[in-house]
């Protein structure tokens, strides 16, 4: 009879061994064909109405960055363009995804520096050898996302950030309201919870967060919600162009709607903390609620 530790490890290997094949047939097929080439081209890019959108979403944290402090990406498989933005930032970054053969890419092409290949899973660092970590839209394609979660946080000294994307949350009664009505009316189809690849779609919310962060002692997180549009075409555009100004309009549109109904954004921006938490001032200048939680009343 196999052991539950030893179950855990078999676990992990088979799902390791599952998803790496996923992600290396996903670089294939972006490799594919002209087309396809053509299309990951535009992730080098930095003038286009897509890198707008990132951009909006990277730019949240820019109180964090400090150029003494070393940070680690995670799932960052698309030429590593996380760990490229906080390099054009000054910042020292370790960029990772599951698979090495984008990166090897990005890095023969001086798009990044140092780079390696890594299960966020089960991360080859030891405790505390990155300042920060960032896991941008890669937490929901993971197969455990919570093992995920503490693994990320383990590596890291200060704090771990997140931008994912984020179930229907209330802010306020009238958003818990609105939110149970839309429940009903619009309940979210089973299949629209799982990918091709065959993960299912985690999407993180804040009380995941809250309940994680309890549940490991650690005090404090940060978070904002913005909303975001994706219309077919922009990795191509250069602004300003139409595109670009629709997804603005239709941003502003469902800023407005969300307010209305007392919801949050469906991007959630969310800063764990390892410690107090960092650059308090000018987060909520930027928007973002802090959250500290109570000590554990039963441990010393």
Request: aromatic share 10%; charged share 25%; proline share 5%.
């Amino acid at each position: 009879m196999i052991g539950a530790s030893a179950a855990k490890d078999l676990h992990r290997v088979d799902i390791e061994k599952y998803y790496r094949a996923q992600i290396d047939a996903h670089s294939v097929d972006v490799l594919r064909d002209d087309a396809s080439r053509q299309h990951s081209e535009t992730w080098f890019r930095d003038d286009t109405a897509d890198y707008w959108r990132h951009d909006r979403m990277r730019r949240e944290i820019e109180p964090l960055l400090d150029r003494n402090d070393r940070w680690i990406t995670f799932g960052d498989g698309r030429y590593g363009t996380d760990a490229a933005w906080l390099m054009a930032k000054g910042q020292k970054v370790l960029c990772t995804d599951i698979q090495d053969t984008l990166l090897k890419i990005g890095h023969a092409r001086g798009f990044i520096g140092d780079y390696r290949a890594a299960n966020a899973e089960a991360l080859p660092f030891t405790d505390g050898e990155f300042d920060w970590g960032l896991c941008k839209e890669a937490y929901h394609h993971m197969p455990r996302p919570p093992v995920a979660f503490y693994e990320m946080l383990r590596v890291v000294r200060k704090g771990l950030v997140l931008i994912e994307p984020a179930p229907r949350q209330a802010k306020n009664l009238w958003g818990s309201l609105t939110q149970a009505l839309l429940d009903r009316l619009h309940p979210v189809r089973p299949e629209n919870e799982f990918e091709e690849s065959g993960n299912y779609v985690y999407k993180l919310s804040i009380a995941d967060v809250r309940q994680m962060l309890l549940s490991s002692g650690l005090r404090a997180f940060a978070y904002k919600t913005i909303s975001d549009c994706y219309i077919k075409g922009v990795e191509y555009e250069a602004p300003p162009g139409a595109l670009k100004a629709a997804c603005e309009r239709n941003i502003r549109r469902r800023d407005l709607v969300l307010k209305l109904l007392g919801l949050h954004g469906s991007i959630m921006v969310c800063i764990v903390f390892k410690g107090a938490p960092v650059a308090a001032g000018a987060l909520r200048a930027h928007g973002f609620t802090i959250v500290e939680l109570p000590a554990n009343p039963y441990q010393p």
